[in-house]
């Protein structure tokens, strides 16, 4: 917006002093006052256009030679992304709740239906238990996360080097 000077532009003089000017041309002399005024902001506001451009097109470059890390994924605050370390004893990684023998996951489609007929979705869970086992081909124990159906499964076949076999599982893994 142009501003508006605090001086006075012009002054009528009134009727009552000598040489006073008829309504007339007070009106022309009003119009001729308010053409230099709007023609004096019109300046103004081009200028401000062109410095505004001029602002605009500055800033929009900044953006575009600044990379965005919100779009482009992690990036560290300090130094370089720390290297993942190996898996070891005691790893604190979130697993699926997965048996690993069988592969059994959470039936996730049930539903339970209450007094009153309404229908509610549940998750039911498996049944893992993390159990050590002593495998004779490997000639130490093996610790997995199994559900109660696969335990009695290698209780049944007399070992988890015979089920491994049986479900095709590299137990030299866990």
Do not use: W
Not at 39 to 60: A, G, P, Q
Not at 129 to 150: C, E, P, Y
């Amino acid at each position: 917006r142009a501003s508006i000077p605090t001086r006075v532009l012009f002054q009528l003089p009134s009727i009552n002093q000598p040489g006073a000017r008829s309504s007339q041309e007070q009106v022309q002399a009003i119009k001729e006052n308010h053409q230099n005024l709007s023609s004096n902001s019109i300046c103004n506001s081009s200028e401000e256009n062109t410095m505004m451009k001029s602002f605009l097109s500055l800033l929009l470059a900044a953006l575009a030679l600044v990379p965005v890390q919100g779009f482009t994924g992690y990036t560290p605050v300090f130094g370089a992304p720390r290297a993942t370390q190996s898996p070891r004893k005691g790893d604190m990684t979130m697993r699926a709740r997965v048996c690993d023998l069988l592969g059994k996951t959470p039936n996730r489609q049930a539903r339970v239906v209450t007094f009153s007929h309404k229908r509610v979705k549940k998750v039911q869970e498996v049944n893992l238990q993390r159990k050590r086992f002593f495998s004779d081909d490997l000639n130490r124990n093996v610790r997995l996360r199994l559900s109660t159906k696969a335990i009695k499964t290698v209780n049944k076949m007399g070992g988890i080097d015979a089920a491994a076999k049986k479900f095709e599982l590299d137990i030299a893994k866990f």
